[in-house]
């Protein structure tokens, strides 16, 4: 796995979760994943197309969740499921936009498609081309979730016939 | 954290329209402008509903969020000043890069703010803006002088 694909992603996470949630959300577990991705609370999923191809999951459980509803919209106790799934993909927007930026600094040029909600309790594995890295962060209450499955695109789209 | 209105008492309220595919990033963009002392002249979830929200209601400000279905923000945002040249339009995205600001700014975007939005700056940018925009342009200074 390319870490300097990854990395923007981590960085942007602690980014939003520090300004939005007002606390740090630390890496708990770092591990590659062969199989498919089993959804731990509400989740989102974003596709990317272009020189960095793939897609990432972004998923709270019931604990984070309530916890980025109360500070995000001062809900107490846990929101609603419409609330909960409204937060999840205006989060992984702001993630997913904030890593975008980075890497569209660095050079890579890409399409990033809106946050679709991740309904199915089990998802899609990494392509063969694409090895999948789950990030567990944890926060002061509960957990979130990144599952990474990008690769560098950018060679094979300058050696591909217009 | 309290914010100085937009507008004295005796002016009518800045008149905002906030456009984003998130309910939940219009409501807090909606509660921010209202702290700010501004009025919600309407929302849209894409740059469709955008163009024809901004004829209906001609709002002073509006607020535009990028990444959006049917049309994203850029495109909606040369459609609304194609129409509407003195429309004032500040963009509102998670995605902050270098082509996507120009692009906006080239198309007739005033200013650009990333996501997550911190008030303070938001309010500081809007405060910018509408002073910016009652400012007389060059153009319009050397004619009254003429």
């Known amino acids: 796995m390319n870490m300097e694909l990854i990395q923007p992603f981590i960085n942007s996470l602690d980014a939003v979760i520090s300004e939005i949630m007002r606390c740090s959300a630390r890496i708990a577990d770092v591990t590659m994943q062969e199989g498919n991705y089993q959804r731990t609370g509400v989740a989102a999923l974003v596709t990317l197309s272009g020189d960095i191809q793939g897609r990432i999951i972004l998923d709270m459980d019931t604990a984070a969740a309530s916890q980025a509803a109360s ?11 419409e609330t909960a799934r409204e937060i999840i993909c205006e989060l992984t927007n702001m993630v997913i936009g904030n890593s975008v930026t980075q890497l569209n600094d660095r050079g890579f040029k890409f399409k990033v498609h809106p946050p679709e909600l991740f309904l199915i309790d089990v998802g899609p594995r990494g392509t063969l081309d694409s090895e999948t890295v789950l990030l567990r962060f944890e926060l002061p209450k509960g957990a979130v979730y990144l599952n990474i499955a990008v690769h560098d695109n950018s060679h094979e789209l300058v050696g591909s016939p217009a | 954290m309290e914010f100085k209105p937009l507008t004295s008492g005796d002016q009518p309220k800045i008149r905002f329209l906030v456009v984003d595919d998130s309910v939940f990033a219009r409501k807090n963009i909606c509660k921010m402008v209202e702290a700010f002392g501004g009025e919600i002249a309407g929302e849209a979830g894409d740059g469709v509903a955008a163009i024809s929200k901004y004829k209906d209601t001609l709002p002073d400000i509006v607020l535009m969020d990028i990444t959006m279905p049917k049309m994203e923000g850029i ?6 000043v194609q129409d509407h040249p003195n429309a004032c339009i500040v963009m509102v995205s998670s995605v902050g890069y270098q082509d996507n600001i120009l692009s906006a700014l080239q198309k007739g975007a005033r200013h650009f703010v990333q996501k997550p939005v911190k008030p303070e700056a938001f309010y500081e940018i809007i405060r910018y803006v509408l002073s910016e925009n009652a400012a007389p342009s060059p153009t319009a200074a050397g004619e009254a002088q003429s």
């Not at chain 1, 500070?71 to 499921?81: F, M, N, V």
Request: no cysteine; proline share 6%; charged share 30%.
């Open chain 1, 71 to 81: 500070d995000l919209a001062g809900i107490s106790g846990e929101p609603s499921e």
């Open chain 2, 75 to 80: 495109e909606a945002v040369e459609h609304i």
